[in-house]
């Protein structure tokens, strides 16, 4: 049972366009969303974060939104850069303090941005 | 200000045997979780220690199990290898019992059972 899906396992992208990576989640108790970004042989690296009670949180050209209703969230990137190619997981967790460290993690959607 | 650091960083073992991965936190975090990764897969919660006491566990069974040091390194350790414990192991810190899931991951280490 994946509480947390990402159906896109890769994406092609434009230097320059917006990339838009999907994510799904079917616990409506989660408290927090987030995405990470991992490159072939580093581990993975936080990006943004939003709180269940946001529907938007937004750093530099990296925005999250988050629609609790469909139970949705999407990272949006613009511009993007050929250095944002990576495999980006979205991970969602309950509760704060003590448990942090317990993410559930989708699969990861492999972004590509071509020159 | 010092990362995540793992070792080994690959290892290859048989079935059966036993396997003890190494974790430093970074410095000032003082909680160190635990995740597998399976190729494909994204990665899945092992179990975390917090002042060296476990206080979450994920779905593995009793043969994954771990330590954590009065310097919050830590240790997994695990025994009676399976062929399905192949993947790479990741470690990740954090600071202090309250956050929202900003974990900062070591860079792995990758176990092979043959």
């Known amino acids: 049972d994946q509480q947390v899906k990402q159906n896109s396992p890769s994406l092609s992208v434009q230097e320059g366009r917006i990339s838009i990576l999907n994510c799904d989640y079917t616990?409506?108790?989660?408290?927090?969303f987030l995405w990470y970004k991992k490159y072939p042989a580093e581990g993975p690296t936080f990006l943004i974060s939003i709180s269940s009670i946001k529907d938007k949180n937004e750093d530099g050209r990296f925005t999250v939104f988050l629609n609790k209703s469909a139970k949705h969230l999407s990272l949006h990137i613009v511009p993007s850069q050929p250095g944002d190619s990576a495999v980006y997981f979205c991970?969602?967790?309950?509760?704060?303090?003590?448990?942090?460290?317990?993410?559930?993690f989708g699969k990861g959607t492999k972004l590509s941005v071509k020159p | 200000e010092t990362g995540v650091t793992q070792s080994p960083t690959h290892l290859i073992k048989t079935r059966g045997q036993q396997v003890t991965l190494r974790c430093s936190s970074q410095s000032g975090h003082n909680t160190v979780s635990w995740y597998q990764q399976a190729l494909g897969q994204g990665p899945q919660f092992i179990f975390q220690?917090?002042?060296?006491?476990?206080?979450g566990r994920g779905n593995f069974p009793p043969r994954f199990s771990g330590l954590q040091f009065p310097n919050y390194s830590s240790e997994l350790n695990v025994n009676a290898l399976e062929l399905d414990d192949s993947a790479l192991y990741l470690c990740?810190?954090?600071?202090?019992?309250?956050?929202?899931?900003?974990?900062?991951f070591g860079e792995g280490s990758r176990l092979t059972v043959l």
């Open positions: 990740a810190s954090s600071r202090g019992t309250y956050n929202t899931g900003e974990l900062f």
């Open positions: 220690y917090y002042r060296e006491e476990e206080n």
């Open positions: 616990n409506s108790m989660f408290d927090y």
């Open positions: 991970a969602a967790g309950r509760g704060y303090g003590g448990s942090q460290g317990n993410l559930i």
